[in-house]
């Protein structure tokens, strides 16, 4: 049964054209998806991604166990309101999901993973707690909106209370803060995102979601979809699960390895394969730029110096202007690459990503 969001009326009202998306009802964008893409880019759009699982880990034994389920080290998180991008990963080393820690107290942390893999996720919390104190809670009651641009940042703080606007104005890069009686009830705002802009993920429970919706709107932050959504998120350089990654593929052959801490003493899933894949990893994740015409789509077959590989994530970039793309090859100096785009072989070129960096294509695109 197809799961709908608090905001699904909202959506509808709008004229959003709906899709499924990992089993729930989301529009996929409002009208136009390119003018969406550039509302974003250019100035604060919005998104509804509700369908995102907020997951709450209570007890003594929480930190000791978040250094056992993620390759990232929690330790990091010295300060309430902190987060850490991480992966859950097997014994064998793949990755389980990717996701966001936020140290809320000592014995408390937030955990927000994808919507895509929400009962793998869950399962997977609760077996690997086993043997510690933490007690896992879902919060399916709290709803998420994602407010993201070079102006998010004021129209944000334009729907809040003097006091609260000043906290989130002040509020660092992959932190957060809880607002307490605000207009919309209490709020976790965090500045993170998925587009490459700035802005916030703000956590509000369902019974304030549309009125803050509304009140964004009437702020001047246009709905997105996720059509939208997808282009920002590759040009940002932003890899998504079940595309880019899933427990086949290691962090170091998806280009995480920044998100993977070796710390000493610290015995976590995967790690024996991890310390084996930081230096010598058989397989990469490159980035792609063609510019003939036409669109890099996923499973499309990659040819390198060192043999074949396949596109994972490819469109067309609005910025840019050009079709751009993930794609996992062999390891080792790729040299020449082309894509074979219905039989024909089209060169492309190999880039650093992000493709896209304060709004403007990135510098060698």
């Known amino acids: 049964m197809t799961q709908k969001t608090i905001l699904n009326a909202a959506h509808r009202a709008l004229g959003a054209r709906m899709v499924d998306f990992g089993g729930w009802d989301m529009p996929l964008n409002y009208g136009s998806q390119i003018e969406e893409h550039h509302q974003v880019r250019r100035d604060a759009g919005m998104f509804d991604v509700s369908h995102m699982t907020v997951v709450d880990l209570r007890g003594s034994g929480t930190r000791q166990f978040l250094r056992q389920l993620v390759a990232n080290s929690v330790d990091k998180l010295k300060l309430p309101g902190k987060a850490l991008y991480t992966c859950m990963l097997t014994p064998e080393g793949g990755i389980v999901d990717d996701l966001i820690v936020y140290f809320m107290a000592d014995d408390w942390f937030r955990l927000v993973v994808n919507a895509a893999t929400r009962e793998k996720d869950l399962a997977w919390i609760q077996a690997q707690a086993a043997g510690f104190d ?13 407010v993201q641009g070079p102006k998010a940042r004021e129209k944000t703080a334009s729907v809040l209370g003097e006091a609260d606007a000043h906290v989130v104005g002040k509020l660092g890069r992959f932190a957060a803060a809880t607002l307490d009686d605000t207009p919309f009830g209490t ?87 991890l310390e084996a894949h930081s230096t010598a990893a058989p397989r990469q994740m490159i980035g792609l730029v063609m510019d003939d015409k ?20 490819g469109t067309f970039s609005p910025t840019i202007g050009k079709a751009i793309a993930f794609a996992r090859v062999p390891a080792g100096e790729p040299g020449e690459v082309s894509v074979d785009i219905r039989g024909r072989q089209v060169p492309v070129r190999v880039v650093k990503f992000p493709f896209v960096r304060n709004g403007r294509p990135a510098d060698g695109i």
């Open 134 to 146: 933490v007690e896992v809670t879902e919060r399916p009651e709290l709803a998420m909106i994602a």
């Open 187 to 273: 709020l976790f705002v965090a500045r993170t995102g998925y587009t490459g802009e700035d802005g916030f993920e703000i956590v509000v429970d369902e019974s304030h979601a549309v009125a803050l919706w509304d009140a964004l709107r009437d702020a001047g932050v246009a709905p997105a979809g996720l059509g939208a959504r997808d282009t920002l998120r590759l040009e940002a350089g932003l890899a998504l699960y079940g595309q880019d990654m899933d427990e086949t593929v290691s962090p170091f052959e998806a280009a995480l390895g920044w998100t993977v801490a070796l710390d000493e003493g610290r015995a976590f899933n995967g790690r024996t394969l």
């Open 294 to 313: 036409g669109v890099l789509r996923h499973g499309q077959t990659v040819t390198t110096a060192n043999g074949t590989g396949e596109i994972l994530s």
